[in-house]
């Protein structure tokens, strides 16, 4: 193999009259470079969206829930310190989900009521990370969940906020669909809450529509006294959710069943990891372009090596040989271009991150541009970069092979 790897690195150095040939072996390194680089970049942009959108989601809502069919679960304390013995659980908290109204002097929208418990749900979801005005410990009310002079706290998404015309301080009355019957007929239940918060997840579905009480305060609202919609769950690794989450139902078991946060968001993370998936198809055709020119590339050395090929066949090297030879030729520039390339991708990596690129807010869900290099990721691209080289390779390699000393020195 050194007698063909010194031959294959020596038609890599053209020389005076071959100019040419050299220079289309540095436009070969620079295509796979130029793909490779582009290929890693996306991937790293792909899976840094991926993970902000997905922190964005789990600092609403909890990794794993936990619920009844028969309408609530009652006894959730007791339920509650069940859930928290599992193994892989790291800590749970319940929670009052329904629907209702927000009226002020300016709007009127329906929006989704989730009642947490400001003790236990800090443990269990991140929402802190997203409060940009208040804390929950502010959702309790001085007078109870029934206060009248002192309403109770809400925390409101920043799209509300600004959808409502209201702001920290204001008072804002909720109406329930489901009203209290009277000797008058059916009345709409009604009650003031107080905005103490507001947060901003930068996803518009839960910064428009989602709404955060006490829960005993969504308890009384939702006249839930002494049931909850459900539990709220943190796992050690959220990526074991769904075994951890049939852990839960089995240690429960009926009428309570579970859903992880990858079943609740299961169209989104598809559809991401299926644009990731198409990204990195569509840029691998820039690979493939690259390859084109090794291609033309060795047909070029061939035909101008033609005379020496003749001579190291007669000198009593083997079709084999020859076919190393070219290989390896080829496949150097396809391990420089993808070295180059990954070397690159990484490097801009990092500068995208220290410099984030800006994004229009009204558009994305995120301000920057959002960067996570994974090894996995340069390992597939840098095997495939070299993969489609070595294929390039074979159909010049092959024909020099099969060429015959006789006819190459006939004219000579």
């Avoid at 007698?3 to 150095?13: A, M, N, V």
């Avoid at 629907?99 to 991140?126: F, K």
């Avoid at 609740?264 to 372009?289: P, Y």
């Avoid at 070029?300 to 084999?320: C, F, N, P, W």
Wanted: net charge neutral.
């Amino acid at each position: 193999m050194r007698f063909e790897l010194f031959i294959g690195l020596r038609y890599l150095r053209a020389k005076r009259k071959q100019t040419f040939i050299s220079i289309i072996s540095v436009i070969s390194i620079v295509g796979v470079m130029v793909g490779v680089m582009a290929l890693v970049t996306v991937l790293a942009v792909m899976n840094g969206f991926q993970e902000d959108i997905r922190n964005k989601i789990l600092g609403i809502t909890s990794h794993v829930l936990v619920l009844d069919g028969s309408g609530g679960i009652r006894e959730y304390q007791t339920i509650t310190r069940r859930v928290e013995t599992v193994e892989g659980v790291v800590a749970a908290t319940p929670f009052v989900l329904g629907q209702a109204m927000l009226s002020t002097d300016r709007a009127a929208t329906g929006v989704v009521v989730r009642g947490i418990d400001p003790e236990t749900a800090s443990r269990v979801v991140n929402l802190e990370i997203n409060l940009k005005e208040g804390t929950l410990d502010e959702l309790h009310s001085p007078e109870g969940p029934a206060g009248v002079d002192s309403p109770e706290g809400m925390i409101i998404g920043r799209e509300l906020e600004n959808l409502l015309g209201v702001s920290r301080g204001d008072e804002i009355n909720m109406i329930s669909p489901t009203g209290v019957m009277t000797p008058v007929g059916m009345v709409p239940r009604m009650r003031k809450f107080k905005v103490t918060g507001v947060f901003e997840s930068g996803m518009y579905e839960y910064d428009s529509t989602l709404v955060f009480l006490d829960l005993r305060a969504a308890q009384d609202f939702f006249d839930m006294p002494d049931r909850v919609t459900g539990i709220e769950v943190r796992v050690q690794d959220i990526y074991q959710a769904d075994e951890v989450s049939q852990r839960v139902a089995r240690e429960l078991g009926f009428p309570y069943w579970t859903k992880d946060w990858m079943q609740m968001n299961k169209n989104l993370f598809s559809a991401l990891k299926l644009e990731k998936i198409m990204m990195f198809i569509l840029l691998a055709l820039i690979i493939m372009v690259a390859a084109f020119n090794i291609i033309g590339t060795l047909t070029m050395v061939v035909m101008e090596k033609t005379r020496d090929i003749a001579i190291l066949k007669s000198m009593g090297a083997t079709a084999r040989k020859i076919l190393n030879i070219f290989i390896i030729e080829g496949v150097v520039v396809g391990v420089m271009g993808t070295a180059l390339g990954i070397m690159g991708g990484y490097g801009l990596c990092l500068l995208l991150a220290r410099y984030p690129f800006p994004l229009p807010r009204d558009v994305y869900p995120l301000s920057y541009l959002p960067v996570k290099p994974d090894i996995f990721d340069f390992l597939v691209v840098a095997a495939s970069a070299i993969v489609i080289s070595f294929a390039a390779t074979i159909y010049p390699s092959w024909h020099a092979s099969k060429l015959q000393p006789a006819e190459a020195l006939r004219y000579e």
